[in-house]
């Protein structure tokens, strides 16, 4: 079994942070690397620069111990974890460019006989890609035994520290070796099974758990926009057939947030174009879905005789977390700034302190409190169903026009 002592993780975002602090109170020394000269100033001071219950705890013991640090430089290591993003590009094809960059900070520093992860969401053949971009660099090391695996994150937000530790892993390597050697590293925290194959299906694997997801949240959101055409309530609806003892219908919503579900199923359909029929058109009725939020706001509006203030509940992709990587609701915020310029737009998000960078440059929009932005508006648009809202009392919401694209209040 391969024991590591020193491991570098690229990447301190949401999933990175999570694993440097997870493999340091093991015992493990861990490096941290960053762009973000901010986020690196918050690790090293033992805080964490966004929302993740319990993660706070690690950090700063982690820290405090010298088990983990810092910095904007890549350093010297025995395993490197590659966490960094993989957006889409304008025709929804994956973009690499972070990946190797980070792969292109690492190559000079290698010896020969490195254990490489990756670990960013990425279309079938990014390990291979990265492995690849390595050796053009470092031709001199293409008959070293370099260890190149995919090993993809299969947590939650908002329950990553649990889920890190007790959740199934994954473990794909370009060789066998790469894989037990994946293995072995996770194995220091990871209690759940660990199932190995080959980089490709495990890169593979990831996209089709989260494209499955897609497709079962495009049935839910089809469903809502059929029911309010027809005039029945979707909710009570979805209740009824879910008594069914096979049937579980998921819940609609105002779209698909997040790295994950709103981005993995374009790399499907981006590898295999004529065959992801139905992975395409459910990324497409998920993606419809905040025009449709913005029709029942138009509706109501139309049923005022003044110009509407309006509240907008919720910026983050999910409930409960300061994430907003993708959210619809945010996009619908954005949007409806734009619909409605003549309208002052409360924004609501009570995860975070500051105007989002996509509301920041709308002069109609405010940040506010939820009681507030409750008081003044006409219209309620409630997008997230944070705890906070569903304490909201049915007297605050009277006199309103509501949009509740998460059945909260129904």
């Not at 291979?128 to 035994?145: G, K, Q, T, V």
């Not at 374009?266 to 295999?272: K, R, T, Y």
């Not at 459910?282 to 203030?309: C, H, M, Y």
Request: hydrophobic share 45%; with cysteine; charged share 20%.
């Amino acid at each position: 079994m391969k024991s590591f002592s020193r491991v570098v993780v690229v990447g301190l975002g949401y999933i990175g942070l999570p694993t440097a602090a997870i493999l340091a109170s093991r015992g493990i020394k861990v490096s941290g690397v960053d762009v973000n000269e901010a986020t690196v100033d918050a690790v090293n001071a033992g805080r964490v620069p966004f929302v993740e219950p319990a993660l706070g705890d690690f950090v700063e013991k982690a820290v405090a111990d010298g088990m983990l640090s810092a910095s904007t430089e890549t350093p010297a290591g025995e395993a490197y974890i590659i966490a960094v993003p993989t957006p889409f590009n304008a025709d929804k094809s994956a973009n690499l460019d972070y990946i190797k960059a980070a792969a292109g900070n690492v190559a000079p520093l290698l010896q020969g006989d490195e254990l490489l992860i990756l670990e960013s969401t990425s279309p079938p053949g990014a390990t291979e890609i990265m492995a690849e971009h390595i050796y053009s660099i470092r031709p001199d090391l293409r008959e070293s035994n370099l260890l190149f695996a995919h090993c993809p994150e299969r947590v939650l937000p908002g329950r990553v520290m649990e889920e890190l530790v007790t959740n199934d892993r994954i473990v794909g390597g370009i060789t066998r070796e790469a894989a037990e050697a994946a293995r072995d590293l996770y194995s220091v925290f990871c209690e759940g099974e660990m199932l190995l194959t080959d980089a490709k299906t495990a890169e593979m694997a990831k996209l089709v758990e989260n494209s499955y997801r897609d497709v079962n949240i495009a049935f839910a959101n089809e469903l809502s926009v059929i029911s309010s055409r027809l005039g029945i309530n979707v909710w009570e609806l979805i209740e009824l057939a879910n008594h069914h003892p096979r049937v579980n219908i998921l819940q609609p919503g105002p779209g698909v947030g997040g790295h994950c579900i709103a981005v993995d199923p374009w790399f499907i359909v981006a590898a295999a174009p004529e065959e992801s029929l139905l992975i395409r058109q459910a990324r497409e009725t998920n993606d419809a879905k905040p025009n449709w939020v913005i029709e029942q706001v138009r509706q109501a509006a139309a049923g005022l005789s003044r110009t509407p203030k309006i509240a907008a509940l919720g910026l983050a992709f999910k409930a409960n977390i300061d994430d907003l990587r993708e959210s619809p609701a945010l996009s619908i915020a954005a949007q409806l700034a734009d619909e409605f310029p003549e309208s002052s737009i409360l924004a609501v998000e009570p995860h975070v302190s500051a105007m989002p960078k996509a509301l920041a440059g709308k002069s109609n929009v405010t940040l506010e409190e939820t009681d507030a932005a409750l008081e003044n508006a006409d219209i309620v648009v409630l997008l997230v169903d944070h705890d906070q809202f569903k304490a909201v009392p049915a007297t605050a919401l009277a006199g309103k026009a509501i949009v509740d694209t998460r059945g909260l209040w129904r």
